[in-house]
């Protein structure tokens, strides 16, 4: 769910000639919640064109390929289009670009100083994982582009399936928060094309998609909720009906993360869905979710249970007006005013434990920070109760969620599975936990780490790739 900074990035850049060279090696570091963060930008030109590379060393993302960049005198922005933000700056002419990075709302000043290539040091490799397939392929794989009509908006796949002229299953691949690409890459890791190529050669077909604003797809992804991604992939499903090669008895739909939210909400509301895979998908709602992502660190770090609860208080007060508070001074307002007033009530060892200290600047962030709760997408998932559609479903259903997931805590959301799905009319559902694995189904050490993400050789778990072929195949038999 939505925990990262920074996910893996794709930057969009454009481009303008410009007789001063400003390509080279740009380093910059993001100060965020106490921790830096390096980002690493590689400016090249080649015939007045610009291109440039994108690296996250501190998250061990590396050689992120870049679409634009526009220079103007001596001015530079990098559009970054995964977080719907990018960096602004000036040029000094030599070694230096002042500027501001800004992502969902938020802005925070950066400088970038010119590195020489010595600087960098070793850069690790950033060759595929092992897991990622190779060709050749013994299955079809075709591009295709479809329209979501309600939205208006195009939408960019790619459609693997068996070869052959047999009509086969299918399923949807619905990507986790953020804005993602077809593969849901993250670092050098692709694991949907790591599932669909599983799938591909166990005879099933699969569409994985670019999210709308993202890759070949048009939209605006800043101004989305899960209710109006759901229409996305119902255009999916309506576009896959049109294909001769596909069997339109048998489409699935497979979820991760926010994605294991979609895929019963859209099902409950489309009867062309036959069955459904949630992956890491939360079934206690979004409140409980966001309360576990805040509250986990604070507990790691050795936060007592009576303070976080205290934390807890303040938190959902200064979401509740985040989300109901419409004008932006007034919002400010009751920020200070909610903040002040629970401050009174706590002991001086809950404020040293939780507080470090108070002033204009740290409320001003604190308005900041959870302005980001008064958009389209939080105010539906902290309102959504997954409970419901699940309880409607008549389909089959397999909920798999990881052991040490540190972002959709895998007990308390099967248990919620379990119980909506008892009492759907489902005759074939089926919850797992899946034993060491993080929410991106590796194998994990720290299991909560953005770092661990990328540096872990293996993508997917092979033995729950098994588990989701084989139960695939034992509906649509």
């Not at 570091?29 to 994108?54: C, E, M, P, Q």
């Not at 928060?177 to 166990?202: C, M, N, W």
């Not at 605006?220 to 999916?236: I, R």
């Not at 109901?324 to 040293?352: C, F, M, R």
């Amino acid at each position: 769910m939505k925990s990262f900074f920074l996910v893996v990035l794709s930057i969009g850049i454009g481009l303008l000639a410009t007789s001063q060279d400003i390509t080279g090696n740009w380093q910059g570091i993001l100060s965020v919640n106490g921790n830096n963060i390096r980002l690493l930008f590689h400016i090249t030109a080649t015939n007045g064109k610009y291109t440039s590379t994108f690296d996250s060393p501190d998250q061990h993302a590396f050689g992120l390929t870049c679409s634009s960049t526009e220079v103007i005198n001596d001015s530079i922005l990098l559009g970054i289009q995964i977080v719907q933000g990018g960096y602004r700056g000036k040029w000094n002419g030599k070694d230096e670009i002042t500027g501001i990075y800004f992502q969902a709302g938020h802005s925070i000043p950066m400088l970038l100083k010119r590195l020489d290539v010595k600087e960098i040091g070793k850069m690790p490799d950033t060759s595929p994982k092992p897991q990622t397939p190779k060709p050749p392929f013994s299955y079809l794989s075709e591009d295709v582009v479809y329209t979501n009509t309600q939205q208006n908006i195009q939408l960019a796949a790619t459609l693997t399936r068996p070869a052959g002229d047999k009509k086969v299953p299918v399923v949807i691949m619905i990507t986790g928060s953020g804005p993602q690409d077809r593969d849901e890459t993250i670092g050098q890791h692709k694991p949907f094309f790591v599932i669909a190529d599983y799938l591909a050669k166990q005879g099933i077909a699969v569409l994985r998609v670019d999210d709308r604003g993202m890759g070949k797809s048009t939209g605006n992804f800043t101004a989305s909720s899960s209710a109006d991604f759901a229409t996305d992939v119902v255009a999916g499903i309506n576009y896959l009906k049109t294909r001769k090669d596909i069997d339109v008895t048998k489409i699935g739909l497979i979820g991760h993360s926010e994605g294991g939210l979609i895929a019963p909400y859209v099902a409950a509301r489309n009867k062309d869905v036959a069955f459904i895979v949630t992956l890491a998908g939360p079934a206690v709602g979004g409140q409980k979710i966001n309360d576990f992502q805040n509250t986990l660190p604070m507990l790691q770090s050795g936060i007592s249970k009576k303070e976080v609860d205290a934390f807890l208080v303040l938190h959902h007060q200064l979401v509740n007006a985040a989300i109901t508070i419409l004008p932006d001074s007034t919002y400010k307002a009751a920020v200070t005013n909610i903040y002040t007033g629970w401050q009174k009530i706590q002991t001086k060892t809950t404020l040293h434990a939780l507080v470090k200290v108070v002033d204009s600047n740290m409320l001003g962030k604190m308005q900041k920070n959870y302005a980001a709760f008064r958009t389209p997408w939080w105010k539906f998932f902290l309102a959504y109760d997954p409970a419901t559609d699940l309880q409607k479903m008549r389909i089959p259903v397999l909920a798999l969620n990881g052991e040490k997931d540190a972002q959709v805590e895998a007990r308390s959301n099967l248990a919620a599975f379990t119980k909506a799905l008892q009492k759907s009319s489902s005759k074939n559902f089926k919850t797992i936990e899946v034993p060491g694995v993080n929410h991106l189904f590796q194998h994990c050490k720290k299991c909560g780490s953005l770092d661990e993400y990328f540096a872990l050789e293996e993508t997917f778990d092979p033995a729950t790739l098994v588990i989701i072929g084989d139960w695939i195949k034992s509906v649509v038999k």
